[in-house]
């Protein structure tokens, strides 16, 4: 029973690495997503969509009669957009490979608001012209607070354990 209880105390300890580590991959890989996305903004992305012109309620003739300037302006706008973007997804690559890491004070909250004005406000965004890309847009945000939750959790299970008379020699005792 004393070494069950024991590989239960050792398993108990490795899950907040595990939950930290794995916080850590989603921020990796939604920073990539970031960059990724910011290069498709950059270079690639149309000035306007069909579901832009659906949301408008013109044709690509119509709004070039109206505003004749208005695709280059919008390249302009979308390469500045992309670089936000791209710059943004930089920054959130070095956070989960140092701050994660090293939990360092406000990562949480840093991440959260982050999350919150990037990821969360694009996939809402999406939804409101009733955007084709909408679900796919979705799985970003699901997985920005899949990992913010992984990051909060381990983080709790990190302090749990550091304070614990049983499993840390140098936590105040009872």
């Known amino acids: 029973m ?3 209880l024991c590989y239960m105390g050792l ?15 989603i921020f990796l890989v939604c920073g990539i997503w970031l960059i990724g996305l910011g290069g498709y903004f950059m270079f690639a992305r149309p000035a306007l969509l069909p579901e832009d012109l659906r949301y408008l309620g013109l044709s690509a003739i119509q709004v070039e009669t109206f505003v004749p300037n208005l695709a280059s302006w919008l390249r302009n706008v ?8 791209a710059g943004g997804g930089v920054l959130i690559v070095f956070v989960s490979m140092r701050a994660v890491k090293q939990c360092i004070a406000g ?4 991440l959260g608001l982050v999350g919150l004005l990037t ?15 909408k679900w796919l847009l979705l799985i970003p945000a699901v997985a920005w607070l899949l990992g913010l939750v ?12 550091a304070t614990d008379p049983q499993t840390n020699v140098n936590a105040p005792g009872e």
């Open 150 to 161: 992984s990051y909060v959790v381990g983080k709790m299970a990190e302090y749990a354990i």
């Open 2 to 4: 004393k070494n069950h």
């Open 107 to 110: 990562t949480g909250t840093a």
């Open 78 to 85: 979308f390469t500045v957009m992309g670089g936000f973007m």
């Open 119 to 133: 990821v969360a406000t694009m996939s809402y965004t999406n939804f409101v012209p009733d955007s084709g890309f």
């Open 11 to 25: 398993r108990l300890m490795k899950a907040p690495i595990v939950l930290l580590r794995f916080s850590k991959s």
